[in-house]
């Protein structure tokens, strides 16, 4: 299994201001941040990563967060040497940072396009001052353009909006406005996806006022839909959109089971080996993550998924593809027979929930895109369904 492909992802934790809305691991910076300690642990911790690579190299590094563009130029480059000290990269290498629109936030892409940052992905979520402002961003309408004008300057070539829908008293006049907004500014790749109330926010203890009802949102998603391919972009994922070309390898490479190394706190990593697939996770609060790296601590792989929990795993990411999979790609990544995803899909077969155009190639239907928690469902454990 030496030929899945390998990327890194490399996790920096502090926001301005934690949005209501945000389940991700983050934290109010203040003042006092330590982030000199921690990109010194982040180095110490890409260096210990590396070894798990075995010749293997990098196709994609995603800085992920939080807000990694709080970060200066100076800074990411130092994180960047390091990747390319220890690690073997691919010529044509994708190199993502997120960034969030506004002076305070969006630091300075020319740096980070010096740094060797050669994607950018700018947080705009809306173009409503009154969603914004809902949904606790700092930044302003003007602000969007603005980040985009410069990033373009600084050379940038791959840009992606990140633009939220069924909002706060949003219907689909506003959501398509949103839309013609975004593509206003000619981005590369829209990240188009929706405000969900997700545990442990602010917004799940007390949901905010006017949420679109299931039918509002599904006029919202089908008029969106529309209006994005007619403006010439494919949805290749549940939540992506792009130009020809432009699809985001870093996020491919989750979606089709590929591995990924983790760097950062709450990073998570995926790791084929000898022994199987593993799965793991960096310590989550900042303090307890440099203190674990400064001491040296270094835990085994946990044992491998097992049979069912590979199926499950692979199915939840390949099923987000719009193009679906080949059976060639599952038997490579998951390590079992053909056999056993035909056998576990004869529901979701039955249902109309996916449907087989080749032979050997498994996608979502229409209805199956719809209803996507439910045809992931259908690959459960046992145990785990029982307990769903």
């Known amino acids: 299994m030496t030929t899945i492909p390998l990327s890194l992802y490399v996790h920096l934790p502090w926001c301005v201001r934690k949005c209501p809305y945000c389940d991700f691991n983050s934290y109010t910076a203040g003042d006092s941040a330590p982030k000199e300690r921690y990109l010194k642990a982040l180095v110490a911790d890409i260096a210990a990563e590396a070894t798990h ?30 990747v390319g000290e220890h690690f073997s990269l691919a010529a044509d290498i994708e190199i993502t940072m997120e960034a969030n629109p506004g002076t305070v936030e969006c630091g300075d892409p020319d740096g980070y396009r010096r740094a060797g940052v050669n994607r950018l992905s700018i947080g705009a979520q809306s173009f409503s001052q009154e969603s914004l402002a809902l949904l606790g961003r700092i930044h302003s309408v003007d602000d969007i353009a603005r980040s985009m004008q410069e990033a373009n300057a600084a050379g940038f070539d791959s840009i992606n909006l990140d633009l939220m829908y069924g909002l706060p008293r949003q219907g689909v006049d506003e959501a398509l406005a949103d839309i013609e907004s975004a593509l206003e500014l000619q981005p590369q790749h829209l990240s188009w996806y929706q405000l969900t109330l997700e545990s442990n926010t602010v917004f799940h203890v007390r949901p905010p006022d006017g949420l679109p009802d299931e039918e509002r949102l599904a006029d919202i998603q089908d008029h969106g839909q529309a209006m994005l391919k007619e403006r010439g972009f494919d949805q290749y994922e549940v939540s992506a959109w792009s ?10 490479n989750y979606w089709s089971f590929g591995d990924y190394l983790a760097v950062g706190a709450g990073a998570h990593g995926k790791l084929t080996d000898a022994d199987g697939v593993h799965r793991y996770v960096k310590p989550a609060n900042p303090l307890s993550y440099m203190q674990a790296i400064e001491s040296q601590e270094s835990s ?83 145990q785990a369904r029982l307990s769903a």
């Open 53 to 82: 690579a075995n010749g293997r190299e990098l196709v994609s590094v995603f800085m992920g967060g939080g807000t990694p563009s709080l970060f200066t130029p100076h800074e990411i480059t130092l994180l960047l040497d390091a």
């Open 243 to 252: 130009r020809d070309g432009q699809r985001c390898r870093h996020n491919l």
């Open 300 to 382: 085994p792989l946990p044992a491998p998924l097992s049979e069912s929990e590979l199926l499950f795993e692979f199915m939840l990411n390949a099923l987000r593809l719009s193009e679906g999979f080949d059976e060639a790609l599952f038997e490579e990544r998951t390590g079992l027979p053909a056999e056993r995803l035909a056998d576990a899909a004869k529901a979701a077969l039955e249902g109309g929930l996916i449907d087989r155009p080749g032979a050997a190639h498994w996608r979502p239907t229409a209805l199956g895109r719809r209803f996507l928690n439910d045809l992931q469902a259908e690959f459960l454990p046992d």
